[in-house]
């Protein structure tokens, strides 16, 4: 049974609501899936008057954590075309594993969650990737096997390098049944090509 850790990081709880579909799908795939987040760096009171949501169940990743799975799926809003700072200052603290290797051949995936449609989804999922490439993982993304990608009948994130999600200029979008399929699509495909690559 593969072990999968879904690693995220959500300010207002669209990226968690989207951590938690790509778990199902793993789940459904038959993986061990564990849900963790990174910790926040915005003081709590700054954090508490921008509206963070603080009561994420979610418990908070250690960065040897990662070295414990087989599988490491990544999730983060965008900021300004690229990853979160959060998530940015955690992977940061991966020198060490990178430098024994300890990511080495682990399969790897990239989620987002934007405030618009071209408000740089794609551009922050290759800011996750280029980090699990670096940490030499094997990347599964959203492949057009997942038919909500083609849809032209609503708005609607995804891409091929990864799940996505559109959360409004005002954050008041929550993820859409397309937007969650996508994720447990994922999910299922990440858990599924690393039962075959360690089972």
């Known amino acids: 049974m593969a072990k999968v850790l879904v690693l995220y990081y959500s300010s207002f709880g669209h990226i968690e609501t989207m951590a938690n579909a790509v778990a199902e799908g793993a789940r459904e795939a ?10 926040e760096t915005v003081p ?17 990743a250690a960065i040897n954590d990662l070295v414990d799975y087989d599988a490491i799926i990544v999730g983060t809003g ?7 700072s959060q ?10 594993l990178w430098m024994r290797g300890a990511l080495n051949g682990k399969v790897g995936g990239a989620f987002t969650s934007s405030a618009t449609q071209h408000g740089g989804n794609e551009m922050t999922l290759f800011s996750i990737i280029t ?13 057009y096997s997942h038919p909500g990608q083609g849809t032209i009948d609503e708005i609607v994130g995804g891409a091929p390098y990864g799940a996505t999600t559109i959360a409004g200029s005002d954050g008041s979008r929550q993820p859409s049944e397309i937007e969650l399929a996508g994720a447990r699509h994922q999910g299922m495909l990440v858990a599924t090509t690393a039962a075959k690559l360690f089972d």
């Open 30 to 39: 038959g993986a061990q899936v564990d849900v963790k987040r990174v910790p």
């Open 44 to 60: 709590e009171e700054i954090a508490r008057s921008g509206h963070f949501k603080l009561d994420q169940a979610a418990p908070v």
């Open 78 to 84: 965008t900021r300004f075309g690229r990853m979160s």
């Open 87 to 96: 998530m940015a200052a955690f992977l940061d603290q991966a020198g060490g």
């Open 131 to 143: 980090n699990l490439m670096h940490f030499g993982m094997t990347i599964v993304g959203l492949p």
